[in-house]
């Protein structure tokens, strides 16, 4: 069976649950929940859960030696289950790309990044990653304040967008189609609700409107440490 190992970088704690920085441990909540995935376990210096797409086993992992270790927990785990290159992705935030846009690179330098840097010096350079935009605060001095800052409630409604069009896309990727996973992502961020929509042109003009469960994703993460 050919396997998969996602990973998403970001600190471990309530404290940076919800920092720019940690938009990939968000990715593999949000696949985890939305796919039903079996519970999350420590192991390999992470959490880690399994579970099955397109029925390719597929596992989630989430570094918990902070983002400057990373590459210690995605060794373990590419060494254990005797993975290739093209069988490991990872999920990162992306100075260099506007809030909400995506890219798709295999191989390359890690720009700076302090978890690609580390996973670079335990597995060299030629895995895939999916580079998740957060902008850029303009000047240099500020990057590491601005990614260990949280997303503003501005920004959170359109990331529960992207995080959401990323896990309906997750098929694609898992069947090596990075196109059309980049379009569910696309079209879930043009047409956030379509259903929805219909559903309030088509009331009486007497009914009463009810009023959506306005948490996203992200305010549904921070539950889990209450």
């Known amino acids: 069976m050919h396997m998969k190992l996602f990973i998403g970088l970001g600190n471990p704690g309530v404290n940076y649950a919800l920092n720019r920085h940690n938009i990939g441990f968000m990715v ?5 929940n939305d796919h039903s995935f079996g519970p999350w376990r420590d192991k390999f210096k992470g959490r880690l859960c399994e579970g099955k797409l397109n029925s390719k086993k597929v596992l989630l992992l989430k570094p918990t030696t902070y983002m400057n270790l990373s590459g210690q927990s995605v ?5 254990f289950y005797k ?5 490991i992705t990872v999920f990162h935030d992306e100075l260099d790309l506007a809030p909400n846009k995506l890219r798709i690179k295999q191989g390359g330098g890690h720009a700076g990044h302090n978890g690609l840097r580390s996973i670079h010096s335990h597995l060299g350079s ?8 957060i902008g850029h605060p303009g000047q240099k001095d500020l ?12 920004e959170q409604d359109q990331l529960a967008l992207l995080l959401e069009g990323i896990s309906d896309g997750i098929l694609q990727l898992v069947d090596d189609n990075p196109s059309e996973f980049m379009n569910a992502v696309a079209i879930k961020n043009q047409y956030p609700n379509p259903s929805g929509k219909n559903k309030i042109k088509n009331m009486k003009a007497d009914a009463p409107i009810l009023q959506p469960d306005m948490r996203n994703p992200l305010q549904r993460l921070l ?4």
């Open 126 to 133: 030629d895995y895939v990653r999916v580079r998740l935009g």
């Open 143 to 154: 990057v590491s304040s601005y990614v260990l800052h949280n997303f503003s409630k501005a």
């Open 83 to 87: 993975l290739n290159a093209d069988q």
């Open 75 to 79: 060794e373990a785990a590419a060494h």
């Open 28 to 32: 593999m909540d949000q696949i985890a």
């Open 223 to 226: 539950d889990k440490f209450k």
